[in-house]
């Protein structure tokens, strides 16, 4: 069985400062990970993966994530917030296939809400 | 390239009754994806097509079902509607052929209130 967890429902950040939306996993083989944003009264929208490789990934509109295996964690981040990054953030994951695990869709945590204050 | 596309976007439909959703993948994609979205239970899993054939279920009662047809456009039904099914329910559609690796792209959702 895979779950994801995003303990923080809301996250406040000053514009200009550092973000981070925190996301931790399990899954019983090798990991797929992703990081979606959702503005209000639109679609999921696609901002980065991590599938095999470097553990820095780098996304759309600056936010970046690091895959932590030891920690089962895929943090999201950016350097310097905006008040446009004010939207709902999904993490998601699914069991690599023929990593151990089973053939499940993709399953996403609850979403954190992320609020840039001028 | 067109994005994904869901009709109808919003929908009321009364308890007891069935309802099909429809959903189009951007062209070239022959994976598609299945969600609902609600308030208390967030972004839950359907089922997810590729080549007609379902490759994966969630854990949803069979009054929910879908199909993809040759041409990769997707349905899903939900029969013996109950007040519990009001939701956003959202289709994404993936290039990656089923091995799950590929980001999905999601259309904008159809909202649907059982009453």
């Known amino acids: 069985a895979q779950s994801v967890a995003q303990p923080e429902d809301q996250v406040n950040v000053a514009e200009g400062n550092p973000l981070t939306v925190k996301c931790t996993y399990s899954v019983s083989g090798n990991p797929y990970l992703f990081w979606y944003v959702q503005y209000p009264n639109r679609g999921l929208q696609f901002l980065l993966k991590?599938?095999?490789?470097?553990?820095l990934v780098k996304g759309s509109y600056g936010f970046e994530a690091e895959f932590n295996k030891s920690q089962t964690s895929f943090h999201l981040k950016k350097p310097s917030a905006l008040v446009s990054d004010s939207a709902l953030y999904f993490c998601a994951v699914r069991d690599a296939p023929y990593s151990g695990g089973g053939a499940d869709g993709l399953t996403f945590g609850k979403g954190t809400h992320l609020i840039i204050q001028p | 390239k067109a994005g994904v596309t869901q009709t109808p976007r919003y929908l009321i439909k009364t308890r007891g009754q069935q309802v099909t959703l429809s959903c189009s993948p951007i062209s070239g994609h022959r994976s598609v994806s299945w969600y609902q979205q609600t308030p208390g239970q967030g972004l839950q899993f359907l089922f997810e097509?590729?080549?007609?054939?379902?490759?994966n279920k969630g854990n949803f009662p069979g009054r929910f079902s879908g199909r993809q047809f040759s041409n990769s456009r997707s349905e899903m039904n939900v029969s013996t509607l109950e007040l519990g099914d009001s939701a956003l329910y959202l289709c994404a559609s993936s290039f990656t052929p089923g091995q799950g690796a590929g980001e999905q792209y999601f259309g904008p959702g159809t909202r649907l209130t059982v009453t």
């Open positions: 097509y590729f080549s007609e054939t379902q490759r």
């Open positions: 991590y599938i095999t490789g470097d553990n």
